[in-house]
């Protein structure tokens, strides 16, 4: 289940109640659950409880008007916060266009917006039919985002496999591995401490030559 966040001004409440109503079906599958600042309880922290609701939704709805854009909490706090958390890919960012503004020269402006090609809600004759694209338009996110959340659960490597087979492949069970007692005779010994000595004497006379050059 995906959790919509709805960033809007109150002066569009009943516009946003609107948009509810036409995502309940999406509620009833067990799709999405819906917040706002109106969900906020009596002797509840205001900015924490939309802090805490707003970095934990995986859907953030942007409900754009020149209301939404006059308002510095909403186009300063939440929508900035929003943008930051699109960008690092935490969050999918919607912005939902319910009124005429200037709204392509925002920050949000380069995002595809809804309804189709931007077309602001109150233009319709019919408002349902707007808020149908929009309902519609969220449910192809929520599938997009589900079908690739599913293929990287499907191509994730097992690790412990991993470990395992890395672990056989550094040290691998076979007879070459098992080490001999081996007896030195006193030749032996004589010659590598002889053959050291040399070694040692000649390292020490060249690194001598080349600090003297």
Request: glycine share 2%.
């Amino acid at each position: 289940m995906s959790k919509v966040f709805m960033s809007y001004s109150h002066k569009d409440e009943s516009l946003r109640d609107e948009l509810e109503t036409h995502l309940s079906l999406l509620k009833r599958q067990g799709l999405i659950s819906t917040w706002h600042d109106r969900k906020i309880l009596a002797g509840d922290e205001f900015g924490s409880e939309i802090d805490e609701n707003l970095e934990s939704s995986e859907i953030i709805l942007l409900l754009v008007s020149p209301y939404f854009l006059a308002s510095d909490y909403c186009y300063d706090i939440e929508m900035k916060r929003a943008l930051e958390r699109h960008h690092c890919s935490e969050a999918r960012v919607i912005p939902i266009i319910l009124e005429h503004c200037d709204w392509h020269s925002a920050l949000f402006g380069k995002l595809k917006a809804l309804p189709k090609d931007g077309r602001p809600v109150t233009d319709y004759p019919n408002q349902h039919e707007a808020f149908a694209e929009i309902a519609k338009g969220i449910r192809r996110a929520i599938d997009v985002s589900q079908r690739k959340t599913s293929k990287s659960e499907t191509v994730k490597p097992d690790i412990s496999k991993e470990s395992t087979s890395s672990t056989e492949r550094k040290d691998p069970q076979r007879s070459s591995n098992l080490r001999v007692k081996k007896r030195f005779t006193d030749k032996d010994k004589d010659d590598f401490l002889k053959e050291s000595f040399e070694y040692i004497y000649k390292f020490f006379k060249n690194s001598l030559e080349e600090l003297k050059a």
